[in-house]
């Protein structure tokens, strides 16, 4: 007993050593219940695409930092040594004066330090461009995100559809399991032949195969949605959609606008970095060295010396480009807004036939509840007559598969009613 309770203690300790360094979803609480903003927001950590907007902003940051440098003083080391054929002489000859020649090898080790005081803008412009940049890049992967939902929405209502389906086809079992009762005690009595109970016990088999048919395919859909969602699910884990209004007439918020907007920005800037290059720079720098000759040029001796002072640059070249650069803007601010104005017309495009949708498929449902309640009608009275021996099991057959058809476009049309919601919420940007 000792033994195997010391053997039991070492199991637990390995399980939770398991639990402890291992992040597998594997070992994680499957989910009971799951609603349709937990799946957006499950599925959006999980995606490999957030981790782009890190590395943008990783990049943005190290680019601005190297940006940053340009106000750091910039020290340059430089040295030569050189030998030449001849040396400046000065001609002139005096009774106990004389000058001796610079020596033909010569010999400079320098430092030079410059100070950028002023650049016209030029730094700050730049800095400003990486951080709008960095903005439009991550708006770009916020769009390709947003699609991430319509592709949940169609996995979530796909589960629902099947799931109704099953409930539907439950339903007809019933219907046919009652019918094939009263057949069975009417072949008992000698008062039905026996092909009306083998149709209807061939119609539950039918029935079996049908359920097991819904039965993989909401496990193949729930298997993706864990891949997408990166969680663990019970077998019957519970859906939840959220209550959808009928009205729909709110502004679009759709992240490409934002997107747009963000270009339009960028374009700005870059505007403002034209006229930043076009200004004068100004730097101050110190030049301090070792050499030989030094500063004074009729010295021959080795001597340190040093020069200090502010300059003035201004690069006129950029002037011959400037009107076409500012063109070059312009013609891309142009592109923006055709841009924005195409995802608008196709935008206003598509609520138009979501909302047409949504109206062709409230009406579908009236029709659908009058339907059923006739077919159920109808059912009701030929499982009557079947029990009277007036129809046959066929006859019967066909009335419950009506109603069947009649619950399931019932199902279908609400299932697809709310995936038109859905879809119009999802145009607006309101998911």
């Known amino acids: 007993m000792a033994e ?40 959006r950590a999980n995606y490999p695409l957030l981790q782009q907007k890190d590395l943008i902003n990783k990049s943005a940051f190290l680019t601005i930092e190297n940006i940053s440098t340009a106000f750091l003083p910039q020290v340059t080391v430089s040295g030569q040594a050189t030998y030449q054929s001849e040396v400046t002489k000065i001609p002139i000859s005096l009774p106990g004066f004389s000058i001796d020649p610079l020596s033909r090898d010569q010999y400079k080790l320098m430092a030079d330090i410059n100070q950028l005081l002023y650049d016209g803008g030029v730094t700050k412009t730049q800095k400003d461009i990486q951080q709008v940049n960095s903005l439009v890049e991550q708006q770009k992967t916020e769009v390709e995100l947003y699609k991430l939902k319509d592709r949940i929405n169609q996995l979530f209502l796909g589960v629902l559809l099947l799931e109704e389906q099953k409930k539907q086809t439950l339903l007809q079992r019933n219907d046919v399991q009652l019918g094939l009762n009263k057949v069975t005690a009417q072949v008992a009595n000698g008062t039905a032949f026996k092909t009306n109970k083998l149709v209807l016990e061939a ?47 709110d502004s679009v918020e759709r992240p490409e606008l934002q997107l747009y907007a963000l270009q339009d920005s960028l374009l700005t800037v870059q505007n403002k970095l034209i006229s930043a290059r076009n200004k004068p720079k100004t730097s101050a ?54 841009q924005k104005d195409l995802f608008t017309l196709n935008t206003d495009t598509q609520l138009a036939q979501q909302g047409n949708e949504v109206e062709k498929l409230e009406q579908l449902i009236t029709v659908d509840n009058k339907i059923i309640t006739v077919r159920e009608a109808v059912m009701q009275a030929s499982n009557g007559q079947l029990e009277n021996g007036v129809i046959t099991a066929n006859d019967y057959l066909r009335e419950v598969n009506a109603a069947d058809q009649a619950r399931q476009n019932l199902v279908t049309h609400q299932l697809q009613l709310t995936q038109a919601k859905l879809g119009y919420l999802n145009i607006l940007g309101k998911l």
């Open 4 to 43: 195997l309770t010391k053997r039991l203690n070492k199991m637990v300790k390995l399980i939770a050593l398991i639990l402890l360094f291992t992040g597998s979803k594997a070992f994680t609480q499957p989910l009971k219940e799951l609603t349709l903003q937990q799946a957006y927001d499950f599925a």
């Open 203 to 249: 119609e539950l088999l039918k029935n079996d195969a049908r359920q097991i048919e819904l039965d993989a395919n909401r496990k193949a859909l729930l298997d993706v949605l864990q891949y997408f969602t990166n969680k663990n699910f019970w077998g019957d884990i519970h859906l939840i959609l959220p209550t959808l209004g009928t009205a729909y007439t």
């Open 285 to 338: 720098f110190v030049q301090g060295g070792y050499g030989r000759p030094g500063l004074n040029q009729l010295m021959n001796d080795f001597n340190f010396y040093y020069i200090g002072g502010i300059k003035l640059s201004w690069s006129l070249g950029s002037l011959y480009t400037t009107k076409r650069d500012r063109q070059i803007i312009a013609v891309s601010h142009q592109t923006v807004a055709v």
